[in-house]
């Protein structure tokens, strides 16, 4: 009930939003957008990641879970891993709580990430997972994060394609097929996702997508704008399309661009929705930056929007939010401050994406489903304890057969010398 009430209060808002967009765009006229301005738009769409790094803190707000819905998840985690049904009672609570504070409508989460091309890497804190110690955790750990998600996908540089580090627990797990969800910080300074799939669409030249397999974040540079497609674009001539330009009163700097789109569903050919998309474009210095982007689906009643605040000379801002709303889903709100952003960074690939295994962690490869263990600790230490206990029993029966042995002799002796003389 509460969610379903959130939910429309947010389409609500979204559609005042759209209303107040529809009067203040009615004060000043619209025109078609130039080619140039096309071309500034698809150049923030098709921004990638290089060799960046994130620090930030990122927080969520969404409705709080109920019971049922932690009981479904701890449930979902014990088909996975059967194992876990074995722990004890102490730690199946903990689990409970953990999946509880993790999804208490607040969630907090200090993180790094890194971008080298595919090589993907997230450094991560949970506050809701520290819990009450999480004063003494960041103490302890200032510089370290609690986990560590590691996309590789290069079997030039390794066999596994991702892998996941628990510091608190001592664990790595490895696998061969799986990759993480990524963050995507660095799209703070192009388009967000949601807004960036129709510019691609009616913009991209079809020769620059790349054959034979699916399209990456790094493909998004190899993307070339299509000069044709975007004439047409520009005159009107595409009739599922209609792009305009509109600069607000007052601000020279600032244009809002609307595009209203009839798409049709790839995965339902017969279904089509009704969209639009607006980008609020200006500059800081000489480069062109989103101050705002919203899409607004009016078949499904979905919409999303995000906007960008404090930005610094590289054109990156310091606050990000996001908030999605949908009938099917929870309405969700993303906050995200900056608190280092380093474009162009360097580092060494190695010692930043591959796995390193200390001797005192549990590794598994998780490819099968099925944690298969590589290294365990606490094996190497029974055996390290089983050694001496082993020699010290070897110098005990050395030391009693010697003594046997001695003494043996010197009965036979004695019994020698005690021998009468005939």
Avoid at 260 to 286: K, L, N, T
Wanted: overall charge negative; glycine content about 4%.
């Amino acid at each position: 009930m509460l969610t379903s009430r959130i939910t429309r209060c947010g389409l609500i808002l979204s559609g005042l939003l759209s209303c107040l967009l529809c009067v203040e765009a009615s004060e000043t006229n619209s025109r078609p957008a130039t080619l140039d301005e096309i071309q500034t738009l698809f150049n923030l769409a098709t921004i990638w990641p290089q060799r960046e790094r994130f620090v930030a803190d990122i927080t969520t707000y969404e409705p709080k879970w109920t019971r049922e819905q932690i009981a479904a998840a701890i449930e979902q985690q014990n088909k996975m891993f059967p194992d876990m049904r074995k722990l004890p009672g102490s730690v199946q609570r903990d689990r409970t709580n953990a999946a509880a504070a993790s999804h208490s409508g607040i969630q907090i989460l200090h993180v790094q990430e890194w971008d080298s091309g595919n090589l993907y890497r997230l450094d991560q804190t949970d506050e809701g997972l520290v819990g009450a110690d999480s004063p003494q955790y960041f103490n302890d750990y200032s510089r370290t994060y609690k986990q560590s998600f590691v996309d590789i996908d290069d079997p030039a540089i390794s066999p596994y394609r991702s892998f996941n580090v628990n510091r608190q627990l001592h664990d790595i797990q490895l696998s061969k097929t799986a990759l993480w969800e990524k963050y995507t910080l660095w799209r703070g300074q192009g388009l967000d996702q949601e807004v960036v799939f129709p510019l691609l669409v009616v913009l991209a030249d079809s020769k620059s997508f790349p054959i034979g397999r699916s399209a990456t974040d790094t493909d998004l540079g190899m993307l070339k704008l299509d000069p044709a497609k975007a004439e047409r674009l520009q005159n009107g001539a595409r009739p599922n399309w209609h792009l305009e330009a509109i600069t607000e009163s007052g601000q020279e700097n600032r244009t809002r661009f609307v595009l209203h789109a009839r798409i049709i569903s790839m995965i339902e050919p017969s279904v089509e929705s009704d969209m639009e998309f607006i980008y609020v474009v200006g500059r800081i210095g000489q480069k062109s930056v989103c101050l705002e982007a919203s899409a607004t689906n009016y078949t499904t009643h979905a919409s999303f929007f995000s906007k960008r605040d404090g930005f610094d000379s590289q054109g990156f801002p310091h606050v990000w939010k996001r908030t999605s709303m949908s009938p099917d889903l929870p309405t969700k709100q993303v906050d995200t401050v900056f608190n280092e952003v380093v474009l162009n960074a360097t580092f060494d690939d190695k010692q930043v994406f591959l796995p390193v295994f200390p001797t005192n962690y549990i590794v598994s490869d998780v490819t099968s489903g099925n944690a298969k263990t590589l290294q365990n600790p606490l094996h190497a230490k029974i055996a390290r304890l089983d050694a001496p206990v082993t020699m010290n029993k070897r110098v005990v029966i050395l030391c009693v057969f010697g003594i046997v042995t001695l003494s043996f002799l010197f009965l036979v002796f004695c019994h020698k010398d005690n021998k009468p003389i005939e």
